[in-house]
């Protein structure tokens, strides 16, 4: 089965500046690959063949991992697959706040001692809040950018290992003629229901000096109202 973690990261300085133009490339090569599919019809395959070209083009492509820029040719081509199946929600252009992320699908990158190992980018400080499972088998490793900083989850394929059997289990019926009853035939009573039976003491309590007083609530209505001494006198 597969499971997620996600971790927050602490980038110094320069990792930051590389995690930002890596986001910044692949949102600029989402919003190229999705304006040439608009202008003719082109396969996945057939860009991907492009990206040597451009990288000779734009020297700031070789700066970012090359599975990360496959990944996103791999989104555009996802998102016209939605487009085609549902006949709605054409794909738009990203702008900076719409493209977020971006993923290293199968290599690049490992978890060990504390730090991320991402190609391209570093050795990032990771607060590692919880290890991952013993046998874990790591698949993806998304970096997304939110308004709290950094953050990378980790999509790993897990096997849980099942508790062992045993005849402790036990089901629980709470009823009316006894408090709790057992699937073991065994009944269980709270050895202080007779005394709460009828309330507790202290709303016992509370009752009984309601009825010998005046209640507080009832202090302000007509009837007490109209024996007060303030009453009297405006009616005289």
Request: a positive charge; one cysteine or more; aromatic letters at 6%.
């Given at each position: 089965?597969?499971?997620?973690y996600?971790?927050?990261?602490e980038?110094?300085?320069s990792q930051?500046y590389a995690l930002?133009?890596?986001?910044?490339v692949g949102?600029e090569l989402?919003n190229l690959c999705?304006?040439?599919?608009?202008l003719?019809p082109?396969s996945?395959y057939?860009?991907s063949?492009q990206l040597?070209?451009?990288k000779?083009e734009l020297?700031?492509?070789?700066?970012?991992?090359?599975?990360?820029?496959q990944?996103?040719?791999?989104?555009?081509n996802q998102?016209f697959k939605?487009?085609?199946?549902?006949g709605f929600?054409?794909?738009r252009?990203?702008?900076?706040k719409r493209f977020?992320?971006?993923t290293y699908?199968q290599?690049g990158f490992?978890?060990?001692g504390g730090?991320?190992?991402?190609?391209?980018i570093?050795n990032?400080?990771?607060?590692?809040?919880?290890?991952?499972p013993?046998g874990?088998?790591?698949?993806?490793?998304?970096?997304?950018?939110?308004?709290?900083?950094?953050f990378?989850?980790?999509v790993?394929e897990?096997?849980?290992v099942?508790l062992?059997?045993?005849?402790?289990?036990?089901?629980?019926d709470?009823g009316?003629?006894?408090f709790?009853?057992f699937?073991?035939?065994t009944?269980s009573?709270?050895?202080n229901?007779?005394e709460y039976a009828?309330g507790?003491?202290?709303?016992a309590?509370?009752?009984?000096?309601?009825?010998?007083?005046?209640?507080?609530?009832r202090?302000?209505s007509p009837?007490a109202?109209?024996?007060s001494?303030?009453h009297?006198?405006?009616?005289?």
């Open positions: 089965m597969l499971k997620a996600r971790y927050k990261l980038p110094n300085k930051r930002a133009r890596t986001l910044d949102r989402y999705l304006h040439q599919r608009k003719h082109i996945r057939e860009q063949a040597t070209q451009l000779a020297p700031v492509y070789k700066n970012v991992y090359s599975q990360v820029l990944h996103v040719l791999g989104r555009v998102a939605n487009f085609l199946r549902s929600g054409f794909p252009f990203k702008g900076a977020d992320s971006f699908p290599t490992s978890l060990g730090q991320l190992s991402l190609a391209k570093g990032v400080k990771v607060r590692l809040s919880r290890p991952l013993h874990a088998v790591v698949k993806t490793c998304t970096m997304k950018r939110s308004a709290h900083g950094w990378a989850t980790l790993f897990h096997q849980p099942p062992p059997a045993n005849d402790l289990a036990v089901g629980i709470v009316v003629t006894s709790a009853k699937s073991d035939g009944n009573e709270p050895t229901l007779p009828g507790t003491p202290q709303s309590a509370s009752c009984s000096q309601t009825q010998e007083g005046q209640p507080a609530e202090q302000g009837a109202r109209k024996g001494p303030g009297q006198q405006s009616q005289e």
